[in-house]
Nanobody, 115 residues
Framework: QVQLVESGGGLVQAGGSLRLSCTVS????????MGWFRQAPGKQRDSVAT???????SYADSVKERFTISRDAANNLLYLQINNLKPEDTATYYC?????????WGQGTQVTVSS
């Protein structure tokens, strides 16, 4: 019904930047809320950035001022710009899209930050 594919992860040094992308395909193209989550080994999956249908955004306190979520609705893309990366940002990052019919997830993209 909906497929989400993340890309853009990799190995970077602390202080570097990455832009993660999420390509959305399938029958549903309009979502009530989209966001990025991350999960480090042995930890729970946590929300880091959210964008709702109106375009309003919100962020976890730990990433404010460093992470920026944006979307290209015309091309069904969701982005996460990550600046000033820290070793504690190391995790698998997941794209999430919510619709009245359900919540959809991608497979994740790994971000590893070396100190």
């Amino acid at each position: 019904q909906v497929q989400l594919v993340e890309s853009g992860g990799g190995l970077v040094q602390a202080g570097g930047s990455l832009r993660l992308s999420c390509t959305v395909s399938g029958r549903i193209r309009s979502f009530t809320r989209m966001g990025w989550f991350r999960q480090a080994p042995g930890k729970q999956r946590d929300s880091v950035a959210t964008i709702i249908a109106s375009g309003a955004t919100s962020y976890a306190d730990s990433v404010k001022e460093r992470f920026t979520i944006s979307r290209d609705a015309a091309n069904n893309l969701l982005y996460l710009q990550i600046n000033n990366l820290k070793p504690e940002d190391t995790a698998t990052y997941y794209c999430n899209a919510n619709h009245y019919s359900g919540s959809f997830w991608g497979q994740g993209t790994q971000v590893t930050v070396s100190s």
